[in-house]
């Protein structure tokens, strides 16, 4: 089999899957856009920068000329490739996958693989929990149970992202999962008890200090203030958190004035690359992500993988898949007292090794191959002109 990938850019989540696909059949990575170091900053990190992992091997890639007057990722425009028809056209691929349909450039490759009735395939972790505006969710429930039947089978990452699919009439035989996913065993071979203690000795971190780690943007969206006032209220019943931030963003002065004011440590780490996360997640005892707004949060993989668990608010795309008590917890968005009764717990009563090895399997970048070889084989095997209404 043969199979036509078009992604926005290179991103490092996305590469160890491409890696994987393409040790199983042929497979072409269609890129629309280079992102820059500008790029990195202006979407929220707040310094520029690249990512010092190897994000272009193990698979064949080309970047499509992308004509946009405004080239970039914030606006549907942004990446604009008509040649990708005749760049499709060209490998004469079994399948297209489009790795979601925000930009011009994936619709450019729908109607291609429309035109020369190619089965496509789409990936994404679209969900109904995203916040919209009513107009926008009428008009969604007007054009969606009719639009997105534009493709021929749905990927979808996990729970809330099947109920999206589901929501909108998408048929049920039409839909595989290929759950989203990181390089487990990368992260599990570094997040060694040796990247913990090196660590922690290099911030004055005691061995017996119970440590919460956030990672990400340090923006609004990510309710960072409600981690500080989860550690003010458990300071008061007598236990002692140290909260880790690796990232960066507009509001670190913000986060360090708060946490001086409760007394509560805070070691900033900055912004890390990614070879620098195994360690943090080693340092830490548990990772929280307390976002509003989380269209999955694969920091939460990067954890589990690690062997670290996870208190995870009921916005992220990921809690009921990654923190459904067995590596971690869920809790209501915006609750501190349950935010810091879930990370009492977790320090009190943390998963097994094999507890949190077992979530981290069933979300692995094989799990995420196999859909989309089921998917593709099943739109191969019915024919482009008997698959399902």
Known sequence: MRLAIVASHPIQYQTPLFRELAGRFDVKVF????????????????????????????????????????????????????????ELAQYRPDAVLVLGWNLKSYWQAIWAGKRARIPVLVRGDSQLQTPRTAIKRAVKSFIYPVGLRVFDAALYVGTHSRRYWEHY??????????????????FASRATPDARAALRATYSIPASAKVVLFAGRVVALKRIFDLLAAAELLKKRGINLTIMLAGSGPLENEIAAAAAAIGTRLVQLGFCN?????????????LALPSDSETWGLVVNEAIASGTPVVVSDACGCSPDLAD????????????????????????????????????????VRAAADGVEAAMKACLSSGKKNLPA
């Open 31 to 86: 890129f629309a856009y280079r992102a820059t170091p500008r790029d990195q900053a202006a979407a929220g990190y707040g310094v520029e920068f690249e990512w010092d992992n190897d994000l272009l091997s193990g698979y064949p890639f080309t970047f499509v000329e992308n004509k946009s007057f405004r080239p970039g990722l914030k606006h549907f425009f942004g990446c604009d490739t008509p040649s990708v028809a005749a």
């Open 274 to 286: 990614q070879s620098q996360m195994p360690g943090a997640y080693a340092a830490a005892d548990v």
């Open 325 to 364: 008590g067995t590596a971690g917890l869920t809790y209501p968005t915006g609750n501190v007292e349950s935010l810091a009764a879930a990370i009492n717990q977790l320090l009190k009563f943390p998963p097994s090794a094999a507890e949190l090895a077992s979530v981290a399997a069933r979300h692995s």
């Open 169 to 186: 009439g998408y048929p049920r035989q039409r839909l595989f999962a290929s759950p989203h996913c990181v390089d487990n065993q990368w």
